[in-house]
């Protein structure tokens, strides 16, 4: 920011911000927040003439907004703070922020797509525009327990999709790497959300 007296001033005082104090006619300014700036030039005319101007300054900022979809449910949320969607869905940053948006999906559900993931479900991105990205979220449907009785030997399916085996083991049908019988239920190695079981009787 530059003032201009006419006549010309021979002195210069600034307040406000980054320019307080400042005492030529020119201030730069990278506001990060609002700021109201003041100058006065006075001049050496007559009996000293001053003349005052006020200017506030306000940084660009751009809209983010989350859209949720899926049939399941979760909780979006921003740093630095503004978005919280379950509730508070859009908010504004400054032009340059790095904004990071972590998703968080509720008990009993999982992040289905959306944005570009990283690791942990977070987008990060230099703001400088308005913009929206959505996230998607779906819910787990639950394991049914159960269990199948062969002649021999018996399985069963536990909750969290991984698989007991018991009973006579010598051609290796428990899955435990053995060959030995067990009365009392193993883990079946390298089994994982399993849906479904059965032994030939």
Known sequence: MTANCSPAATSYNWTGGTCASNLTASCSVTPSATT???????????????????????????????????????????????????????????????????????????????WRLHRYGQLCAE?????????????????RPMVAAGFFHSVALKSDGTVLAWGSNASGQLGDSTTIGRNSPVTVAALTDVVGIATEC
């Open 127 to 143: 703001h400088g525009a308005a913009r929206s990205v959505g996230a998607a979220f779906t819910a787990i449907t639950p394991v």
């Open 36 to 114: 109201a700036y003041s100058v006065t030039g006075t001049n050496a005319d007559g009996a000293g003439n001053t003349a005052s101007a006020s200017v506030t300054v306000v940084p660009l900022a751009f809209g983010l907004t989350v859209i949720r979809s899926g049939s399941g449910f979760g909780t979006v949320t921003s740093s630095p703070v503004g978005i919280n969607c379950g509730a508070t869905c859009s908010a504004s940053f400054a032009d340059g922020a790095s904004v990071t948006l972590t998703a968080m999906p509720d008990a009993g559900n999982t992040l289905l797509a959306g």
